[in-house]
């Protein structure tokens, strides 16, 4: 398999097969992440990325699981990602599943005609970073959109039939008034858009980010893990929406919580709150197990 630079992937997608489709992030200036600082956006041409799909058909056989890389590939012309997709789906018989991860100005570039025909040729997995419904934040962290502009992204690709998962960051505003803000902002967008899946992460300064320098000079002041805790919880009282799965497992949370909205929300609440109430540091993942 060829490979620039360093790979990034959902959990989700360990045992996909990973086709790089464009090199880098179409945004890239989220001042929280550190994924792609190293590599200048561009797109792959069609050819190669033809060839690697042919070298992993050789190598790899049948594949059931695609996800394509890196950080935005749904940048791509439309045509072009769907002569990669058929091709995919040409070439291997057991294929059931493409994913990508989406910017949201990259998915508002296309049109609900454009969506729904990547949708029916096979493109049924998008990850699209929300972080957060707070549009004072969203320009803080130079996302490149607002709450309203994220909103639509994400309701496209769900009206599309496209299945979505949305991330969310966990103090992602630090400490102060603005926490709570931000997890009642992101409850609400999320409730609003109703993702078939929606994830917490926990903020995670990365050398050479803002983020990271912010941190360092005492710009911004980091959420302990209790605090972190009381703004899952806070997200999780104010999603009214149903059938939403909510999969708090990341390796960057404090505390591994997973279910389904609502058929789960007392439970997951429940246990939330008891951490809250014992304030015991033993219930929580340690900082030698957590991760990005």
Not at 11 to 40: P, R, V, W
Not at 41 to 53: F, V
Not at 99 to 117: A, C, I, R
Request: with cysteine; aromatic share 6%.
């Amino acid at each position: 398999m060829r490979y620039e630079g360093n790979i990034f992937r959902p959990f989700s997608e360990a045992n996909s097969y990973l086709l790089q489709c464009t090199i880098g992030c179409s945004h890239n200036q989220c001042t929280f992440c550190g994924m792609y600082k190293d590599k200048k956006y561009r797109e792959r041409p069609l050819a190669e990325i033809l060839e690697d799909i042919a070298m992993a058909k050789a190598h790899y056989g049948d594949q059931e699981k695609v996800f394509l890389c890196d950080g935005d590939a749904i940048a791509l012309d439309t045509e072009l990602l769907l002569k990669i997709i058929r091709k995919l789906y040409q070439t291997f018989p057991s294929l059931r599943h493409v994913g990508s991860y989406v910017g949201p100005q990259s998915t508002l570039s296309k049109t609900m005609e454009d969506l729904k025909t990547l949708r029916a040729a096979g493109l049924t997995k998008a990850y699209i970073g929300v972080e957060t419904g707070d549009d004072e934040l969203l320009k803080k962290v130079k996302k490149g959109v607002s709450s309203e502009q994220m909103l639509q992204a994400g309701k496209n690709l769900v009206e599309a039939g496209i299945n979505l998962s949305a991330m969310v960051l966990l103090g992602l505003a630090g400490r102060g008034e603005g926490s709570r803000r931000h997890a009642l902002a992101t409850a609400k967008i999320c409730d609003e858009m109703q993702p078939q899946y929606l994830a917490a992460l926990t903020i995670t300064p990365v050398p050479g980010t803002v983020l990271y320098r912010h941190v360092q000079e005492g710009k911004f002041e980091m959420l302990n893990p209790f605090e972190t805790l009381e703004e899952m919880k806070q997200m999780l009282e104010n999603i009214h929406a149903d059938h939403i799965k909510f999969v708090g497992t990341h390796a960057s949370n404090y505390l591994p919580v997973t279910g389904t909205l609502q058929r789960d929300k007392a439970k997951m609440i429940a246990s939330i709150a008891s951490v809250l109430e014992s304030r015991d540091e033993r219930m929580l993942r340690s900082d030698e197990m957590r991760g990005l």
